[in-house]
């Protein structure tokens, strides 16, 4: 387990944009694949966007289009930006770390979370 911080949450209007940053100042960050999850009010968590070691990124289909999920391994900071944001985005937001460098292997860490509010 290591520690990951979140920043950027907020209230914004439909149509309006958050970007979202993760970070650590433990362990070796560019080995892990890191990742976003999101609980809605009432709902369960769920997989929003994931990005491998190396750069290689996955987003939900609900995403898609709209979020992108980016690294700076300097910055030992993991990014999601949201554009476009709808009230069902509304949702607090955690950071994960994987054991894996793939983003296909399991969660390692996670973040405390940071809401996220869309609404006019």
């Known amino acids: 387990q290591v520690q990951l911080v979140e920043s950027g949450g907020g209230l914004v209007q439909p149509g309006g944009s958050l970007k979202l940053s993760c970070s650590t100042s433990?362990?070796?960050?560019?080995?892990?694949?890191m990742g976003w999850y999101r609980q809605p009010p009432g709902k369960q968590r769920e997989l929003v966007a994931r990005?491998?070691?190396?750069?290689?990124?996955a987003l939900s289909d609900s995403v898609k289009g709209r979020f992108t999920i980016s690294r700076d391994n300097a910055k030992k900071t993991a990014y999601l930006q949201m554009n476009n944001l709808k009230s069902e985005d509304t949702a607090v937001y955690y950071c994960?770390?994987?054991?894996?460098?793939?983003?296909?292997?399991?969660?390692?860490?996670w973040g405390q979370g940071t809401q996220v509010t869309v609404s006019s």
């Open positions: 994960v770390r994987y054991y894996s460098a793939s983003i296909s292997g399991q969660v390692e860490s």
């Open positions: 433990e362990g070796a960050f560019s080995i892990h694949a």
């Open positions: 990005i491998s070691s190396t750069g290689v990124t």
